[in-house]
């Protein structure tokens, strides 16, 4: 079940450089389906699926990593001081219940209370040297024996299905792609299929490049968790995605440019089988494409992305039919691809 | 500048080439090439790869063939798009525009009403191609589509004023000192790469194929002789500039003094260029591997990432004359 990994997958720690927890799961998930299966030097999880002769090599890639914090210090009050891993709205981070640690210790991110602050702190957003993780520590050494500097910290928040199809949890950005990825897995394809877990997206696209330079594949798919702001009186193109319209596929971002004839490929296979799917607007940001892309003499790469509402924060939000269209949409894509096809000679 | 050079350049600068769609000006080379090369292919990026064989030493000649324009993100229920930047695009030089797609639709660029001019920013402008609605505008534009301005090539006396100058005066440079090589034994790749106005994005992987032991990029580059203009000692039609340093790229010394010993023996004129902003190709290619001797011979030019950009017929001239003559030479490093 997709869906039981995806829960898995999100209720697990993983920040960047810390996706161990993340790593084992889809270990365990996707070993009966895969012929090797290895993880490199940079904590990338790499499985080949070996396709038949003559056909192109096909990287399909997620990232594991989330972001979150890191211990900085530990006050003489017990109170844990923390830096941001990845890029994280500071307005949202007062009061969110996080976990530290491989124990997960339980803590709190607190600030004065509204009662206590002049109208002039409230129109202020607290940076994050002004906050702390309240771990129920009364000292330094109390503290200390919970914790410990450079333990990695992550949101804690629960996998819930609500309202007409929804899926709210955090990090969806990107377990939803490993999920569909080792989904994909279980099917059969002409093609190699290399399924790259990478690490360290969130900090600087850093797993996704040296993972593309070891497998040397013919072309590539990134498959994303992206920005979806089709919210109150967002008008076209501020949404970027809207939930529930279908995985989105990427054009432009700061990254990369898609490429065109994967692009097409995949617009065409959408419309044949009635799969619905969006177009990203806006072209900020950007996903491991943009180093798998320019890995070695080049690599013809695209993005393909489920919709997720309020990614970077504890809740993100995301529609189980962008899910499973997601899924069906690469397993088609996969299928359409002929002998000889997007083999390029270097 | 003869008839035939005339209608070439006025062919490059006038095509449809945003970044990343760059087959139009792709074909124009290739079909003006393909009879002094002994190969030519296009790689997976895109990147048009002609090689001159020879037994020396292997150089990289790179200029990009891309330009800077805009990209559709949202087509409005009364059929305006709404579009973001495709390289470095200010929205004050873009208003009142006018931009090309790549099936020839025309469109032009408005604003909302701004009290204040300083607010103007790409999200408050938009593309009006006439559509009432947004099914019309859809049939003509997708999300995504690509265009760029749309201004004919004009000829001064002097200079040339054009859009797309950046770079395709680096192409047309780099096409002429091709046909004008009569022998040489280094080996020479000319690639006309893409994406160079989103990261040198071409150059990279052109670069790590080919494995040169040296590179030359051809590109323009600012000048500091107009009003009050931000200072910087280059001149237009003071002859082309032999690159020291950019944001990208500190000018390998060996192929500095290469340029500047070639230019000396031949007497052509050319001015030292210092770039405090911007980077090119040679960016990319120095570091590709174990590293590239890298620099970079650039064309003067006034208004870049305008639709008017303007250089000197005489600076063109030079630098299709020292390249030829570097490249003529036998190279070693």
Redo the contacts between chains.
């Keep these: 079940m997709p869906l039981k990994l995806l829960k898995n997958l999100t209720e697990a720690c993983g920040v960047s450089g810390n996706e161990d927890e993340v790593r084992n799961l889809l270990h365990d998930a996707i070993a009966p389906y895969v012929d090797e299966i290895q993880v490199d030097p940079m904590g990338n999880l790499i499985a080949v699926k070996k396709g038949k002769e003559g056909y192109p090599r096909i990287l399909l890639a997620a990232h594991m990593d989330e972001v979150g914090f890191m211990v900085k210090s530990i006050d003489d009050n017990g109170f844990v001081k923390f830096v941001p891993i990845g890029g994280i709205d500071e307005r949202i981070l007062i009061s969110k219940v996080v976990q530290i640690g491989k124990n997960k210790v339980p803590g709190v991110i607190g600030a004065k209370a509204i009662h206590l602050q002049e109208p002039d702190e409230r129109k202020k957003t607290l940076k994050p040297n002004q906050l702390y993780i309240d771990i129920g520590a009364k000292s330094k050494e109390e503290g200390e024996k919970l914790v410990k500097r450079g333990d990695y910290i992550s949101f804690s928040s629960e996998y819930i299905e609500y309202g007409d199809q929804l899926v709210k949890a955090k990090a969806l950005d990107d377990r939803v792609g490993c999920a569909i990825l080792a989904e994909i897995l279980k099917g059969h394809y002409a093609s190699t299929i290399i399924a790259a877990f990478t690490v360290q997206e969130e900090i600087g696209l850093r797993g996704a490049g040296v993972a593309a330079y070891r497998t040397d594949p013919d072309i590539a798919i990134v498959i994303e968790g992206t920005t979806c702001y089709d919210v109150a009186d967002i008008?076209?193109?501020?949404y970027i995605t809207q939930l529930g319209h279908g995985p989105a596929l990427s054009?432009?971002d700061a990254a990369s440019?898609s490429d065109?004839h994967i692009r097409n490929r995949l617009s065409r296979i959408a419309e044949k089988n009635n799969i619905k799917f969006q177009?990203k607007?806006?072209?900020a940001g950007g996903n491991d494409a943009g180093r798998i892309?320019?890995?070695?003499?080049?690599?013809?790469t695209a993005t393909v992305s489920v919709p997720c509402r309020y990614i970077h924060s504890p809740v993100s939000v995301m529609h189980k039919q962008d899910f499973q269209n997601c899924i069906r949409w690469i397993e088609l894509f996969l299928e359409s691809i002929q002998k000889e096809e997007w083999i390029?000679e270097? | 500048m003869n008839h035939e050079q005339h209608t070439l350049l006025k062919k490059l600068l006038e095509s449809y080439g945003p970044s990343g769609n760059e087959e139009k000006i792709r074909d124009i080379i290739r079909e003006e090439i393909r009879d002094y090369v002994t190969e030519i292919r296009t790689d997976t990026m895109g990147n048009l790869i002609a090689i001159k064989k020879g037994s020396g030493k292997k150089v990289m000649i790179a200029s990009h063939m891309d330009e800077i324009g805009v990209i559709i993100t949202g087509i409005d229920e009364k059929g305006f798009l709404r579009f973001s930047n495709v390289g470095g695009v200010s929205p004050y030089v873009s208003l009142g525009q006018r931009v090309l797609f790549q099936d020839g639709t025309l469109g032009v660029i408005g604003m909302e009403d701004l009290e204040n001019m300083k607010d103007l920013k790409l999200n408050k402008m938009y593309i009006d191609i006439g559509a009432e609605t947004k099914e019309e505008a859809a049939k003509k534009v997708q999300i995504g589509d690509m265009a760029c301005f749309y201004q004919p090539m004009a000829v001064l006396e002097k200079n040339i004023v054009s859009k797309g100058l950046d770079d395709r005066i680096g192409c047309f440079v780099a096409i002429e000192a091709l046909k004008r090589i009569q022998s040489s034994t280094n080996e020479l790749y000319f690639v006309f790469t893409v994406q160079e106005e989103l990261g040198l994005r071409g150059a990279r992987t052109a670069a790590y194929g080919l494995n040169p032991d040296l590179g030359i990029a051809i590109d323009v580059t600012s000048t500091g002789d107009t009003p009050k203009a931000k200072p910087m000692a280059v001149e237009l039609g003071k002859g082309p500039a032999v690159k020291v340093m950019d944001k990208s790229v500190l000018c390998h010394p060996i192929v500095k003094k290469m340029m500047i010993d070639t230019a000396n023996q031949n007497q052509i004129p050319y001015q030292l260029e210092v770039l405090e902003f911007g980077g090119t190709d040679s960016g990319a290619i120095h570091l590709t591997r174990s590293g590239v001797p890298s620099g970079v011979l650039s064309i003067p030019c006034r208004y870049i990432h305008t639709p008017s950009e303007m250089v000197s017929k005489n600076d063109v001239e030079n630098a299709i004359l020292l390249l030829t003559k570097i490249l003529e030479k036998p190279i070693s490093i």
Excluded: M
Aim: net charge positive; proline share 9%; hydrophobic share 25%.
């Design positions: 008008k076209e193109p501020d054009i432009l440019y065109k177009f607007q806006g072209t892309h320019l890995t070695k003499s080049g690599i013809p390029y270097s």
